[in-house]
């Protein structure tokens, strides 16, 4: 039943974003419109070539802070996270499942921009290049998952919490945001970058996501009770 | 008879302020206790208390045999507690309710249909979704999940509100069979005629003792 919790929060939040399709309706076109304004400020081949695989992290760590709005909207609506609270309900795999909800959301927002920027940036993906993005991808959303559920139980029912969240985030995910760029960098060979290079950054996007997790799910129960 | 609530001279604050200024009351099982009270009087605070969602500033208190002043949460999963708020999700139906609540802090053998049918939530109702149902339509899910549940100790703050006839003679009759079952109720209503129905004592509070 404990693994059961986690994969049924998950299930959950997945069956309440498919109905509501805030992300198809709202982030999938958010994110786009990012990535067309950067191409369109930068108006550069060279450059968006260069800086593509950076553009796709901008853009997903943007998009982030709408879908951990919006988990978190469900929750504090009608108080339902307090009823899992009174329910003595073991808050750490909530945290767990509802990370699982946001991964899902976020891999599936990436699966439409990396080809956007395939065909926007002009970037091209050989086979050992792609083994290394789709990890790279896996690890990265992984840690951003985490990263942005923790934060976002941290400012759930905070007054100015749609402001907050991004001024707590940010830094935080920097690693993240650093090691996703350098990863996707080599795995489109972005200014002669090797394919090899990347499998580095992505052992920190594990170690990152590894150490978010134990903490998020020690630390979610206490920050969302107090 | 085993006590369910034991509050011995309990104060417990609100933003400094003495929500409950030395309470001293004792619930038994299988009572059904009504809280009258002005409004301001501490009701929903003492039924908080007993959720060991509001800290035990002074006095002794314990809930379900739980010392709530050093374990304030030992308790939750065996108490029930439905506050003003339902604590659903808007694009989830009755049914995904509470299923997903037998499937997370259900008893063993909770019956989804059984919860359903019990609060009147048939057919093409019980697979609506939440948001687009009437206010007394989602307070009888809520009170369907707390039904699987199968809860110890009942928290109810105003169950009757937003309810027509029917769901009020259906929560009546639900309230009396979780007594039967073995549990307890204590709920708050401002609806004294309604309440003496089902009630089995009423207690009284104001101005945060009792009165």
Request: contains cysteine; glycine residues 10%.
């Amino acid at each position: 039943m404990k693994g059961g919790l986690v994969w049924a929060v998950a299930a959950r939040d997945l069956r309440a974003e498919a109905r509501a399709r805030v992300t198809t309706n709202q982030v999938l076109p958010f994110a786009g419109l990012v990535m067309v304004t950067f191409a369109l400020a930068l108006d550069r081949e060279e450059v968006l070539q260069r800086t593509a695989g950076g553009l796709v992290w901008l853009a997903t760590t943007f998009s982030l802070f709408v879908l951990v709005q919006r988990a978190f909207a469900i929750e504090t609506a009608d108080r339902a996270l307090d009823a899992l609270r009174v329910a003595g309900v073991d808050l750490g795999r909530v945290y767990l499942g509802k990370s699982i909800a946001l991964m899902v959301q976020l891999f599936v927002l990436e699966c439409v921009l990396v080809p956007v920027a395939v065909v926007l940036y002009r970037v091209r993906v050989d086979a050992p290049g792609a083994v290394l993005l789709v990890t790279t991808m896996i690890c990265a959303t992984t840690g951003l998952a985490l990263v942005g559920t923790l934060y976002g139980g941290l400012t759930v029912g905070g007054a100015g919490r749609e402001t907050l969240l991004p001024l707590l985030v940010l830094p935080v995910v920097a690693p993240v945001l650093i090691a996703a760029t350098r990863a996707t960098e080599s795995a489109l060979r972005s200014g002669g970058a090797a394919v090899s290079e990347g499998w580095a950054w992505v052992g920190l996007l594990a170690v990152f996501a590894a150490a978010f997790g134990i903490a998020g799910t020690l630390a979610f129960g206490a920050l969302v009770d107090e | 008879m085993l006590r369910v609530v034991d509050f011995r001279d309990v104060v417990a604050t609100l933003d400094g302020w003495p929500a409950l200024a030395g309470l001293t009351c004792v619930v038994e099982r299988g009572e059904i206790v009504h809280v009258v009270g002005p409004n301001g009087a501490g009701k929903s605070t003492f039924l908080r208390a007993c959720a060991g969602l509001v800290p035990v500033r002074a006095g002794s208190a314990e809930v379900l045999g739980v010392d709530l002043v050093r374990d304030r949460t030992g308790a939750r999963a065996r108490i029930g507690l439905l506050s003003h708020a339902n604590g659903l999700y808007a694009d989830l139906t009755a049914r995904e309710h509470v299923a997903f609540w037998v499937r997370t802090a259900g008893a063993p053998g909770a019956d989804v249909d059984a919860a359903l049918h019990a609060m009147d939530l048939r057919g093409a109702l019980a697979d609506r979704r939440v948001g687009r149902m009437s206010a007394g339509e989602r307070r009888r899910t809520a009170l369907a999940v707390l039904l699987a549940r199968r809860a110890e100790l009942w928290l109810l703050d105003e169950p009757h509100a937003g309810l027509d006839a029917a769901s009020r003679d259906a929560l009546d009759a639900t309230l009396r069979r979780a007594r039967d079952a073995g549990a307890t109720v204590v709920f708050a209503s401002h609806e004294a005629e309604r309440a003496t129905v089902v009630a089995t004592r009423t207690l009284r509070i104001a101005g945060g003792v009792a009165a």
